[in-house]
Nanobody, 128 residues
Framework: QVQLVESGGGSVQAGGSLRLSCATS????????MGWFRQAPGKEREGVAA???????MYADSVKGRFTVSQDSAKNTLYLQMNNLKPEDTAAYYC??????????????????????WGQGTQVTVSS
């Protein structure tokens, strides 16, 4: 059972930066794609960024130009660098992975139902 553990959340002022990390207990060819999602109170979970095993990357429009997703296969870690944070970025952030061998559609990588493994989340709070 692959475990995903997020870290790096915290409280910052608007305009600040945070770097989230997602450590996985294993990262091999069995990790087909991974993503970052967030969920604010009273709102649905939304996809923020995703990367597949061929290093195809996509972002939600709301974070383009501010967030950067990267992965370090040697360290079995996925990162999300968040710059120029805004109060509307406040949410619990979750790391997710797809571990099942199946075809995927890149346009769907920001959909939460495309993932079968989730971390517990880390809170990000941005004050104005």
């Amino acid at each position: 059972q692959v475990q995903l553990v997020e870290s790096g959340g915290g409280s910052v002022q608007a305009g600040g930066s945070l770097r989230l990390s997602c450590a996985t207990s294993e990262y091999t060819s069995t990790t087909y794609y991974m993503g970052w999602f967030r969920q604010a109170p009273g709102k649905e979970r939304e996809g923020v960024a995703a990367v597949d095993m061929f290093n195809y990357i996509m972002y939600a429009d709301s974070v383009k130009g501010r967030f950067t997703v990267s992965q370090d296969s040697a360290k079995n870690t996925l990162y999300l660098q968040m710059n120029n944070l805004k109060p509307e970025d406040t949410a619990a952030y979750y790391c997710a992975a797809q571990l099942t061998a199946r075809p995927w559609v890149r346009a769907r990588l920001l959909r939460s139902d495309e993932y079968n493994s989730w971390g517990q989340g880390t809170q990000v709070t941005v004050s104005s």
